[in-house]
């Protein structure tokens, strides 16, 4: 089955500074990667998402890329904000439907003033 | 947000107790889902509905069951709940491809379930 690794576990950057969240998948068969933020004591919300027949996603400071051949993909945020502050999950699937999804440990960010 | 919510939103019980976790949504969507949630893990799947009576397993659904007699409301069961079922289980609903929602699968804020 499908198998989605995340990295790193923690990250820590400076206000202003850029944060790159990486993930990869086992399934070459896996077409849909959402990625999610989650709040301390909230529920994880969909902050970006790609499917396998484009490269590159964005969504004003965020960015998501698609690497099909490694099987990878990464989360990009810019201009980073205290705000951003929480855990990012990224997943994979076949689909868009959760029965199928299959989600990274996630990365706690830290963003420091 | 997303019209979800999850009763109760906290809970301790003991060790071999029945336990039921409601999901109630306003959004009208087809699909709904109980995930769990412990450090490490990410969310794994227990089991999920695609209709009123259509449930079926998830990854995880040993020593849980579910019922969705309305189109609102999907309930997690834990016969007997074990110390190792202590967790946050998230309730989610989403819509099939090509609908208006826009395939997004929404989650709700979470319960917490200590077994003692």
């Known amino acids: 089955g499908e198998n989605v690794e995340q990295h790193p576990s923690t990250l820590s950057v400076q206000e202003g500074d850029s944060a790159v969240i990486k993930c990869t998948y086992s399934?070459?068969?896996?077409?849909?990667f959402p990625w999610y933020k989650q709040e301390l004591g909230k529920g994880p919300q969909l902050i970006i998402d790609?499917?396998?027949?484009?490269g590159e996603k964005k969504d004003q400071r965020i960015a998501v890329t698609l690497n099909k051949t490694a099987k990878h993909f990464s989360l990009h945020i810019t201009e980073t904000q205290p705000e951003d502050s929480a855990v990012y999950f990224c997943?994979?699937?076949?689909?868009?439907?959760?029965?199928?999804?299959?989600f990274g440990p996630g990365t706690r960010l830290s963003v420091l003033p | 947000d997303a019209g979800i919510t999850q009763s109760p939103r906290h809970k301790v019980t003991e060790t071999g107790t029945p336990v039921t976790l409601r999901c109630h949504q306003t959004e009208n969507h087809r699909y709904m889902y109980w995930y769990r949630q412990d450090p490490g893990h990410g969310l794994r799947l227990i089991h999920y509905s695609y209709g009123v009576k259509d449930t079926d397993k998830g990854e995880v659904s040993d020593g849980y069951s579910v019922s969705r007699s309305k189109t609102e409301d999907f309930l997690l069961t834990l016969e007997s709940a074990t110390s190792s079922q202590t967790s946050v289980y998230f309730c989610a609903i989403s819509e099939p491809l090509g609908q208006s929602s826009g395939n997004t699968i929404y989650f709700g804020e979470g319960s917490w379930l200590t077994v003692v």
């Open positions: 790609i499917r396998s027949n484009v």
């Open positions: 997943a994979a699937s076949r689909d868009n439907y959760g029965q199928n999804f299959v």
């Open positions: 399934d070459s068969a896996s077409n849909y």
